[in-house]
């Protein structure tokens, strides 16, 4: 069973408002209120390619019921452990340009933790773990590498979607692929890229130490695969942006649902890239059909 993490799950309120001006009242032309956080979106886009997972991570008040009964509604199997602080809400105001403010999120007590951490006793080597995502502000700096540790004990494979120390921590445990965007390789290696061709010697480096591939997102410039072989570019598929909030967790669930069928780095790209664009252009999360529009429109380029 693939299990996603979202540690620190929010609800999303994406609201379109033309012509922003700070300071003035504005009327919003439409609004999305849906439950997010990078591991929850992977589990739905997962879903959309026919591919079962359990979604795990911690959610509490009415925001957390939210997050529950959203899920149940998609017949998306959860199991969250419930703290007593309320899920966070995260604001999406779409304008000229868009702007995000974020909430740190909740607190989990000890106790919380514990119940949390009860639910890997049975995990096995035959399972698959995306970890995504911001942690709780309550939790120790290296909480993901405990965790990733434990899975690693148990020959638990994972993907991660994590930054900063989090996913160079995260590197020596080999995992199937990291997903870091241009701007969180800058982060990791303190540079500022100007083009994403600056980006390819850093890509190189997240296999150098120890991720098996690795995938980074480009935005609107498309999105570079690296493997132990070759290095990939698919240039961005042109058409209408629409909300991309969660087109890098679908690219995530592209890559891990297409690899663990196939086994085979540059189809699970294809799909990802399929997966990252269909939402891009969407209002929400891409749907199956969406993702199969994408599909033959994805363009392939052995770089290296
Ligand atoms: N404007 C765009 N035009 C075409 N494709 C896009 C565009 N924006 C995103 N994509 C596709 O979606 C992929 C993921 O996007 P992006 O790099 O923005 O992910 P991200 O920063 O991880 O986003 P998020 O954290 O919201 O999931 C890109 O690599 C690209 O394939
Ligand atoms: O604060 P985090 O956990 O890093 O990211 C949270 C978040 O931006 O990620 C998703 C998009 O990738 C959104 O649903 C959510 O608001």
Redesign the pocket.
């Known amino acids: 069973m693939i299990y996603t993490i979202t540690l620190?799950p929010?609800i999303?309120y994406i609201v379109n408002v033309p012509n922003l001006t700070l300071g003035k009242s504005h009327h919003m032309q439409s609004e999305l209120i849906r439950p997010?956080?990078?591991g929850l979106?992977v589990s739905r886009v997962l879903k959309e390619l026919d591919t079962p997972s359990i979604a795990l991570g911690f959610r509490g008040g009415f925001t957390g019921e939210f997050v529950r009964d959203y899920l149940d509604e998609l017949q998306i199997i959860n199991s969250f452990t419930e703290i007593a602080e309320r899920t966070r809400i995260?604001l999406v105001l779409k304008s000229d340009q868009d702007t995000?403010i974020?909430d740190y999120g909740p607190s989990a007590s000890e106790a919380e933790v514990k119940e949390f951490m009860e639910q890997f006793d049975g995990i096995s080597p035959q399972d698959f773990v995306v970890l995504s995502?911001?942690k709780l502000p309550s939790m120790p700096a290296d909480f993901y590498e405990q965790l990733i540790r434990l899975l690693a004990e148990e020959g638990v494979p994972f993907a991660c979607d994590i930054t900063k120390e989090e996913l160079r921590n995260s590197l020596q445990y080999h995992p199937l692929v990291v997903k870091p965007n241009q701007k969180e390789v800058g982060d990791l290696f303190g540079k500022k890229f100007e083009t994403w061709q600056e980006v390819v010697p850093y890509g190189k480096q997240l296999l150098e130490a120890g991720a098996q591939h690795a995938i980074v997102s480009l935005g609107g410039d498309g999105a570079l695969l690296f493997t132990p072989r070759e290095v990939i570019y698919a240039p961005p598929v042109p058409g209408k942006v629409g909300n991309p909030?969660?087109a890098?967790?679908s690219m995530v669930a592209g890559f891990v649902g297409t690899y663990l069928k196939m086994h085979d780095p540059v189809e699970a790209f294809r799909v990802a890239v399929a997966c990252g664009t269909a939402t891009a252009f969407s209002s929400d999360i891409a749907t199956a059909s969406e993702i199969q529009v994408q599909l033959p429109r994805v363009v392939l380029e052995q770089i290296e």
Do not use: A, F, P, Q
Request: proline share 0%; no cysteine; net charge negative.
């Open positions: 620190n929010t999303d997010g956080g990078k979106l995260n995000e974020s995502g911001s909030v969660g890098g967790d």
